[in-house]
């Protein structure tokens, strides 16, 4: 028998009891339904016709009393036409006789209305008015009594059958309730335990199936499925049963193969000095090396939230570079030793700088992450000697610097004598290199400052427009003298922003003068600000060369310079301009094609209140 089968017999039961009661409901509700006009059927004709003669009566009375006052011709009328439809009436009652006492009632009641005829008969022969007066109250009033009385006997006999009729219509209806309920409660339980038996019996092999899966997935491979029969699940058990028996042979076959590459690669990953750290592809933690255990406090034994015992830093690094590589945006590369995160050891601090890496399916799909933490503990002390150096020597040049500015001025100018023509051209281009210096030298210091934490930022409120003007105009001297055309395109709908004139003024400026240098004679350089729905954006475009895209990834780095840039400058003003631009909480790229111009950008997000700021 077929799985589909079982379950179809046991649901049966279930069926069959449905049955049963639809089966009673029909009997007692047709018998139920039978009662209730048999009441109207028997009884109430027989109500109305009494009824109906009851008035007649009434009326012929009446009638005799119109013929007493002197109104002869209307009482005989009246009278007349009330007969035809008394004798009616009785007629029908006589066709009508249901209960048991009601056939002797009708037949007093056909013999008081013979009676009352004759008497109405001989009422009617008086000529007299005191004649008819006295046959009235003497022999016509006593028969109309009899007959009315005789009438009204058989209204009360039937009235009285019909509320013994109804009362026992509601004890029967209480019985088929009674009996309704019993069927039902009968049914159920027995319909549900035979379903549950049946259904019970069906899906036992699923159990049996179902624990031999679980001992096969906590690496029990001798298990095995005992199900028996020819179904759907049977047949399941036996292909069940081929794959555990197929899984143990290449458990036996392999088992020590993957043992030992399992060990290779451990070991691989244990002999690197800086922490290793390996995602799956939910996010949870995989493997980690001997330098993450004692560097990050990492354990795979830690159950629960394996990254709770990480310092808080170095956690938001992880969970950052798993998201971004787990997200699919490919490996993380940090952009310099600032990303660098602080683990405190006790033989001292160490600065660590994470690096992520995608780890690929067999069909190309991202199944993991693989995040180094490589100690740049040394580099990062070079890289603060370093800077400490530039600054110490930047801030020494400034003071002889400052001098030689002053002495090439006042010999430039003639204030210690003539000069010669040769002499003033020598003079003039040393000035300029002296200026370019002092330019270098102010890159240098104000780098420094930042790096120290030391530059305050004097936020306040400022039309976008009003920035871009004030870059426009500083740099549309040398933007003409190369015949390049500066414009601008604010939005209109664009905000205030809330910064540092000066400092982001610096921004715009090195932006704007960066693109008229690398832009030819001819181009255009443009300055394109809207509003966005964080903040405000900026971009400035050029129609110049172009950057090549390896060389977009390292732009703002400090000192960099890209092969073929023109002479002059140190390679700070892009990096000083991203220091400035993630002061003021906002970011700083690039956009570009060669042969086809480029397009910095830096956005700007709203700020709930204006005030001071330290980078």
């Not at 039961?13 to 139920?32: D, E, F, H, I, M």
């Not at 002869?72 to 048991?100: F, I, K, W, Y």
């Amino acid at each position: 028998m077929t799985l589909r089968a079982r379950l179809l017999l046991a649901q049966a039961p279930l069926a069959l009891a449905l049955l049963l009661v639809g089966v009673v409901a029909v009997v007692t509700l047709s018998q139920l339904g039978r009662s209730g006009p048999r009441v109207l059927q028997d009884n109430y004709r027989s109500v109305l016709a009494a009824q109906e003669m009851m008035a007649q009566l009434e009326r012929m009375d009446s009638g005799a009393l119109f013929i007493i006052a002197g109104e002869r011709q209307r009482g005989l009328t009246q009278q007349a036409a009330q007969r035809a439809r008394l004798e009616s009436q009785l007629r029908v009652q006589e066709g009508n006789v249901t209960e048991p006492a009601e056939d002797a009632a009708t037949l007093r009641l056909r013999t008081s209305w013979r009676r009352y005829q004759e008497a109405y008969d001989g009422f009617l022969a008086q000529s007299s008015p005191e004649g008819a007066r006295e046959a009235y109250f003497g022999v016509l009033e006593p028969a109309f009594q009899e007959v009315t009385g005789a009438a009204r006997a058989i209204l009360d006999l039937n009235q009285d059958a019909m509320v013994r009729k109804s009362e026992a219509l509601q004890r029967q209806s209480a019985r088929v309730n009674t009996v309704m309920v019993a069927a039902v409660m009968v049914a159920f339980v027995v319909g549900l335990f035979a379903s549950q038996s049946l259904t019970h019996r069906a899906l036992r092999p699923v159990s049996v199936l179902s624990q031999a899966v679980r001992r096969l997935g906590e690496g029990d491979y001798a298990a095995r499925a005992v199900v028996e029969g020819q179904d759907e699940i049977a047949q399941v058990g036996r292909d069940f049963n081929a794959m555990a028996e197929a899984l143990q042979q290449y458990r036996r076959s392999s088992l020590g193969e993957l043992l030992q590459a399992q060990a290779a690669s451990q070991a691989a990953i244990d002999s690197l000095p800086d922490p290793v750290v390996v995602f799956g592809a939910d996010g949870g933690l995989l493997n980690v090396n001997r330098a993450a255990e004692d560097v990050l406090r990492l354990s795979l034994e830690a159950g629960g939230d394996m990254l709770g015992q990480v310092v808080p830093e170095a956690r938001a690094v992880l969970e950052r570079v798993r998201e971004h590589v787990l997200t699919g945006r490919g490996a993380y590369q940090p952009r310099g030793y600032e990303e660098a995160v602080r683990a405190p050891l006790p033989d001292g601090d160490r600065w660590l700088l994470a690096r992520g890496s995608p780890v690929h399916g067999e069909s190309g799909e991202v199944v993991g992450a693989t995040v180094i933490l490589q100690d740049v503990t040394r580099l990062r002390r070079f890289d603060e000697l370093k800077n400490d150096l530039v600054a110490t020597v930047a801030h020494e040049f400034r003071t002889p610097l400052t001098s030689l500015r002053m002495a090439l001025h006042l010999v430039t100018e003639g204030v210690v004598g003539p000069v010669t023509e040769k002499q003033a051209d020598l003079l003039f281009a040393a000035r300029e290199d002296s200026e370019r210096l002092q330019g270098i030298v102010d890159d240098l210091l104000d780098l420094s400052r930042i790096q120290a934490g030391q530059l305050q930022l004097e936020i306040r409120r400022v039309p976008a427009e009003e920035l871009v003007d004030a870059a426009l105009d500083a740099q549309r001297m040398a933007a003409e003298e190369r015949g390049v055309q500066v414009s601008k395109q604010v939005g209109l709908d664009v905000e205030p922003v809330d910064v540092d004139p000066e400092r982001l003024g610096l921004v715009l400026g090195n932006l704007v003068g960066n693109a008229v240098k690398h832009t030819p004679p001819g181009g255009e350089v443009e300055v394109h600000v809207w509003q966005e729905s964080h903040g405000v954006r900026f971009e400035v475009r050029d129609t110049g060369e172009g950057i090549a895209l390896e060389q977009q990834a390292r732009i703002f780095e400090k000192f960099y310079r890209a092969p073929g840039a023109p002479a002059g400058g140190a390679g700070l003003g892009l990096s000083i301009a991203k220091d400035i631009v993630q002061a003021h909480g906002g970011d700083i790229g690039v956009v570009s094609t060669p042969g086809q111009g480029s397009t910095f950008w830096f956005t700007l997000p709203r700020r709930e209140e204006s005030g001071p700021a330290s980078v």
